[in-house]
């Protein structure tokens, strides 16, 4: 079985979530000899993309005024030309251009959704408009479609008005390997500190209500910092919200660049705040359960789906309600390390191997109806 992966994300995202996923799944088949993967990409500045595709080195580093425009044209014809020219049994198109219905060649069509954050969040943006209207037609277009989640599988079905035969659920796994979480030492001597990780853009990712917490936190421990792993540095406006709750001296920025970063990010972590409204799926909890970090998160989402009964929930829109989960976990250690070991085993169900295996599976099982 021959699957034909197209250029699009590869050509968005320098590094991403998307991009990863893709790569993962690419790389578990191959791996794995699952199936065949065809990714038809050239040129992009995409980490992953050079991984699987080493020699794509042209343009990469090259800095000139629409160099990224001229790399999407560059793929989009290669991929026009390649589909025309190429036997592979499924197109799974790795976004949602356009271009895609056209490039399938008459063969079954699967897409995969890792959220449906525009759609609740951004519909009356004229930003987003567009994608959202690409995302639609691709959905009804799709012969199959996986969602990452339970959650979002929902939210496909209720929004699109999609029969749930057509969406399969198949959970992403986390790609911090077990040799590279035992490389890193915990660090003793590290102030005690409550992490936050990854984007604070968006209504979604609750950053407003977060910062009323830990400054209601912040009152009882007086110990404790405060820190915003990756995301990119604070804006001027994030820099006014820190200060206005006067968390300033409290708060620190710390940049991930390596897997060895944000591993030690967690470890050295007293506690995991992950208080986002809505997420496709929510990998840093897998992430946190990996590396023995407790977890206090929203109640609501997918984030109980992943999280089970191995981490400690609160209401997301009630600052009071997270700053009382969040101290009542950072109190108890016995409850702490209960939640770490309940941790420990619910990260083995999200693994990237059972993401390519069950991606085979119902590949298959639509080539055989």
Not at 33 to 62: C, G, H, M
Request: hydrophobic residues 40%.
């Amino acid at each position: 079985m021959r699957v034909f992966y197209d250029h699009q994300i590869f050509c968005e995202q320098s590094f991403g979530g998307i991009s990863r996923y893709y790569y993962e799944l690419i790389k578990g088949a191959s791996e794995r000899e699952l199936f065949t993967p065809i990714l038809d990409v050239a040129y992009a500045d995409n980490v992953f993309s050079q991984l699987l595709k080493p020699d794509n080195r042209w343009l990469t580093s090259a800095r000139f005024k629409g160099r990224k425009d001229l790399v999407r044209l560059i793929n989009h014809v290669r991929t026009f030309y390649n589909v025309r020219n190429t036997a592979f049994d499924i197109f799974h198109p790795t976004y949602f251009h356009q271009s895609a219905l056209r490039n399938r060649m008459g063969k079954p069509m699967f897409i995969t959704v890792l959220d449906m954050i525009d759609e609740k969040y951004h519909e009356g943006l004229p930003k987003f408009r567009k994608l959202i209207q690409h995302r639609r037609r691709m959905i009804h277009a799709a012969d199959h479609i996986i969602a990452i989640s339970e959650n979002t599988r929902k939210d496909i079905i209720d929004y699109f008005n999609i029969a749930p035969s057509r969406v399969t659920t198949i959970y992403l796994g986390s790609s911090l390997e077990k040799t590279a979480i035992d490389a890193v030492a915990r660090d003793n001597n590290t102030k005690p500190y409550i992490l936050f990780i990854g984007s604070r853009k968006g209504t979604h990712k609750n950053f407003e209500n977060y910062l009323h917490a830990i400054s209601l936190i912040s009152q009882t421990e007086r110990e404790i910092e405060f820190v915003f792993g990756g995301g990119g540095d604070f804006t001027e406006e994030e820099l006014m919200s820190i200060a206005k709750y006067g968390l300033t001296e409290r708060v620190k920025y710390k940049a991930i660049r390596t897997d060895e970063d944000i591993i030690r990010l967690y470890k050295n972590a007293s506690l995991l705040i992950y208080p986002s409204l809505y997420e496709g799926f929510g990998l840093p909890l897998v992430e946190a359960f990996s590396c023995g970090t407790p977890c206090a998160t929203a109640a609501g989402s997918c984030l109980e789906e992943v999280g089970g009964d191995a981490a400690s929930y609160f209401n997301p829109l009630d600052p009071a309600d997270i700053a009382r989960v969040s101290v009542a976990l950072l109190h108890n250690p016995i409850l702490s390390a209960s939640y770490v070991e309940k941790g420990y085993v619910r990260a083995r169900l999200f693994t990237w191997a059972q993401t390519a295996i069950k991606t085979n599976e119902i590949y298959r099982e639509f080539l055989q109806k």
